[in-house]
């Protein structure tokens, strides 16, 4: 730092210290002109904004350790769900195999698979984390995470139709978002397209 620069912060400083100085002479001389009876006003009111900041730092504390113990293992339990989907994709890899497809060998894997998962879901159950119902739901951004629509004329538009990726709560707040796919109605274009093709079928037949 130059010596300018120094300079200039210790003129800062030595001028912050004088206002706090005038401010603090000012008090005193404030102070010494009220009565008994106003200085104990003064102090009673010193005495309950003091007590009240107090209890406010109580409460935010006690706000801390709660949060802490009721959601201490937040980031643990949300990396934890990884082991859920691998799981999962686990079981999509080895059904699309075709040497194991339709084999008994396939079978007991899945089973096995199928025991652990359900261990670990009842394990997340007891520790008050639990899967959000998603499918045939409408969508629900503080739930769901729309990933991408399908055309559906059977369901209203923004319902839930698949499940990409499973959402969790942990007691009430959001573990992470079930990612989804949501219904929309077919363009008309495409509609009137399709009704053409299927008035050329009826024709030809």
Do not use: W
Not at 7 to 30: F, H, L, P, V, Y
Not at 64 to 92: C, T, W
Not at 99 to 108: A, E, V, W
Request: zero cysteines; proline letters at 2%.
């Amino acid at each position: 730092m130059s010596e300018t620069n120094t300079t200039k912060n210790d003129i800062e400083k030595q001028e912050e210290g004088e206002k706090g100085r005038e401010e603090s002479e000012k008090n005193i001389e404030k102070e010494n002109k009220l009565t008994p009876e106003e200085k104990i006003i003064d102090l009673e009111d010193k005495l309950t904004r003091t007590y009240a900041e107090m209890e406010n730092q109580r409460r935010r504390y006690e706000k801390e350790k709660e949060d802490a113990f009721e959601y201490g293992g937040f980031s643990f339990a949300r990396e934890a769900l990884s082991l859920l989907d691998n799981l999962d994709r686990s079981k999509i890899s080895l059904g699309n195999d075709e040497k194991l497809k339709n084999s008994d060998s396939l079978k007991k894997i899945t089973e096995h698979l199928d025991i652990i998962q359900n261990d670990m879901i009842s394990i997340f159950k007891k520790n008050n984390i639990k899967q959000i119902d998603s499918i045939n739901k409408k969508l629900d951004p503080n739930f769901h995470q729309a990933m991408m629509e399908v055309e559906d004329d059977t369901k209203e538009p923004g319902t839930i139709v698949q499940e990409i990726q499973k959402g969790f709560m942990i007691k009430d707040r959001l573990l992470r978002p079930s990612l989804v796919a949501v219904s929309k109605k077919r363009d008309k274009s495409e509609k009137k397209d399709e009704k053409n093709k299927n008035n050329e079928k009826n024709d030809k037949n």
